[in-house]
C-alpha cells in the first residue's frame, strides 16, 4: 500500500501596517474555509518584517477573532525568525547562488527589460558583472553609507506552481531581493521559510501575489522545502476608482463598520454575499454552505466594494451581492 502523505495547514499571515479591511477579512475567511473543506489545520503568522504600526498585530488577531476564526496556537511573529533567515542566505551565498544587486529603485525603474522576462521583472543589471566593477559599485556604495541588496540567482529559468482556482502556472523565476540592502531578510526568503516551519502546505492570498509564486516555489526546490498548493482569491477593489480597497475608501474595517451599527454577524453576511451566499451570519454557516466544490467554482472576478455611509438602521437589513454574484443575478448594489 502507498503511503499517504498527511495533509499540514492553512494560513492567513498580515503585516501589521494597519487595521484589516473588508477585503483583508475575506481573504482570512476563505483561507479559513479552504483549509477546513480540505481538512488541514490553521496557522495564523504576523508579518512584522516591516511596515509596523504600534498596536496593529493586537487589533488585527482581535478581528480575526471576533469573525469566528480559530487558529492553531502559538502566533507566529515572523521577526522572531531572523536568525533562521539569515541561515537560509548565508546557504543560498555558499552554493552560488546569490549575486549583490547595487541597483537603485530609480535605477530598476529606469532600466531597459530584459529579453524574455515578464514587465516588472528585475532586468539582470547586476546579475554578471566581474569581480572588478563589483568592487567598484560596492565602493560607491559604502561611501554614501549604503550596502548593496542580495538577489536570487536561481539556476532554471522557469517554474511551475499548482493553484486550485488558476491550475498550473509556469512563469519566469524572477531575481527577487532575498536581503534588503539594510541587512534585513526579504519577504519572498521569509515567507517560504516560515510557511515551512508552521508546517503550511496550502497558501491561500490574494491573486496580486500570483505571479510570485514560481519564484517563490523555486526558491523552495532550491532549499530543500516541499512544494506549496495556491489558493489565489480575487482582491476586493472600490466600487468607485477600481482601485485597491484602502481605509480611505470610507468604512470598511470592522470599527468603522461598528461605529455605523454593523454587528460582526452583518459583516460576514457581507462577506457571504460577495461569495454568492444569502443569509450567512455566522463563519460556521459560511463553511456550512462552501465545501470544496464550491470553492473551487468561486468566481475569479474582483469584489467590487461599496463601502456603507450611513449608521445602519434596520438591524434585518439584506445586504445585496457585489460584484460578479450581483450581475449574475441582475442586482445592483445598494446605496447605503
Known sequence: MSEVKALGAGRFAPSPSGDLHVGNLRTAVLAWLWAKATGRRFKLRIEDLDRVRSGAADSQIADLTALGLMWDA????????LDVHRRAIDYLVEQGLVFECYCSRRDIREAASAP???PGHYPGTCLNLSDAERGRRRA???ESGRRPALRLRAPMDEWTIHDELYGEVRAPVDHFVIQRSDGT???NLAVVLDDAAQGVDQVTRGDDLLSQAPAQGALADMLGIDQVNFVHVPLALAAGTGQRLAKRDGAVTLSDLRKLGWTVSDVIEWIGESLGVRG????NDLSDTLDLSALRALPREPWMVTP???IKQNPDRWIAPSGAAARSKGLEPPTF
Do not use: E, F, K
Open 74 to 81: 502559538p502566533v507566529m511573529y515572523q521577526s522572531t525568525r
Open 116 to 118: 524574455h522576462r515578464p
Open 140 to 142: 560607491a556604495l559604502a
Open 185 to 187: 531578510p526579504a519577504y
Open 280 to 283: 450567512a451570519r455566522s463563519i
Open 308 to 310: 456603507p455611509s450611513q
